[in-house]
């Protein structure tokens, strides 16, 4: 899953480090990051790069440090502020799917970056009083200087399940998914409920079934949708009668096992939870 990045390892300390020209940097409008063309793909800016191509040197960089994997840090470019400036040639803005095209490390730290960069935007102001933020000095946080209000990074839970029944696994497709691959009931837990409530309503709403057995299966962050997901288990409970909610999805049906096509399970617990069905409940991640 995108987290799991072995052998390189994710260090998340909160502490001010000074840039090296080899460290990589977000440069974040709002709702995307500023990525170089390669060939087909993208990848993700280096500090000194971005510094030569405005003619400045490394004591010149406007920035602060986020985390690093293995010895390369992941930096916040200040010097834009949230304002779209023009892309250079040879770079765009993209959206943060587009990390997933990039290797393990790049992917999990750009899209994690780009997450800390999004909470960041939003909360240039207080949101109790109105007075310009600042960012906290001792632990990742937002701070206002005036009514004292600390704002902490936004991550909101999700639940996602493997319904099965039989030799059948539930399955269903978002409306506003743009893969038209079928995947699993999900759905963001709601004020006031549990993991588990959240998972037997998702179900009722989506797909009109009632569902016993709920398991902990297991979690990953989601950084696209400043997420952290929560996957589990269940069995259908009595009728398998779906009656999908065509608000939310444009499909939901009872697929059988060997009528499900393989999933990389790669990036998301979603394709591993479904290939933890279809593999005969073998697989861990
Ligand atoms: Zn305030």
Known sequence: MIHEIDPHK???EFKVVDPKVTDFVIRYNGSKTLLKKIGEGYAIPQVGELLALEGKALTDFEGHYLFSIDDT?????DSKGTVEAEAPA???YMGSRTFRGMNPVERMGGATAAHIAHWESLNKFCGKCGNVTIRGDHERSIICPKCGNVVYPRISP???VAVRNGDKLLMAHNIDNPNPRLFLI???VEVGESLEQAVHREVMEEAGLRVKNVRYFSSQPWPFSDSLIAGFTAELDGDDTIHMQKE??????WVKREDIPEYETDVSISCCLIENF???FTVSC
């Open 10 to 12: 994710f260090n998340n």
């Open 73 to 77: 840090a992941f930096f916040l470019d």
């Open 90 to 92: 040879g770079y765009e």
């Open 158 to 160: 999700v639940v996602i």
């Open 186 to 188: 999900s759905g963001f």
């Open 248 to 253: 939310e999805l444009s499909e939901a049906m």
């Open 278 to 280: 279809r593999r005969g």
